[in-house]
């Protein structure tokens, strides 16, 4: 059973930061590719950054590119998200996703697993 379990959102003035966590269980994640979506209250759920754990290809939104970093731990089977200069539309709940494929999908129904996600709020 995968699991992803997202840590690391909170409160942050704009132009701060914060580094987003995903532990993820119950695979092998070579294979994978691990992505970060985000949704905002009243919005649909946007593609924000994904990377290829094996090879550690990365692909970010437009929104988000040169300020946001996407990166994993092999040892600790963690990904996180490194958000710099962040925004009052950077607002919304984060979700870690594992795709079981090696493409790197921008849709968020390309991803089979999901963690329950955590709030990130960027007051201005």
């Known amino acids: 059973q995968v699991q992803l379990v997202e840590s690391g959102g909170g409160l942050v003035q704009a132009g701060g930061s914060l580094r987003l966590s995903c532990a993820a269980s119950?695979?092998?994640?070579?294979?994978?590719?691990m992505g970060w979506f985000r949704q905002a209250p009243g919005k649909e759920r946007e593609f924000v950054a994904a990377i290829r754990w094996s090879g550690g290809t990365t692909y970010y939104a437009d929104s988000v590119k040169g300020r946001f970093t996407i990166s994993r731990d092999n040892a600790k089977n963690t990904v996180f998200l490194q958000m710099l200069s962040l925004k009052p539309e950077d607002t919304a709940v984060y979700y870690c996703?594992?795709?079981?494929?090696?493409?790197?999908?921008?849709?968020?129904?390309?991803?089979?697993?999901w963690g329950q996600g955590t709030h990130v709020t960027v007051s201005s």
């Open positions: 996703a594992a795709n079981p494929a090696l493409r790197i999908g921008l849709s968020r129904h390309e991803y089979a697993y």
């Open positions: 119950g695979r092998t994640f070579s294979n994978y590719v």
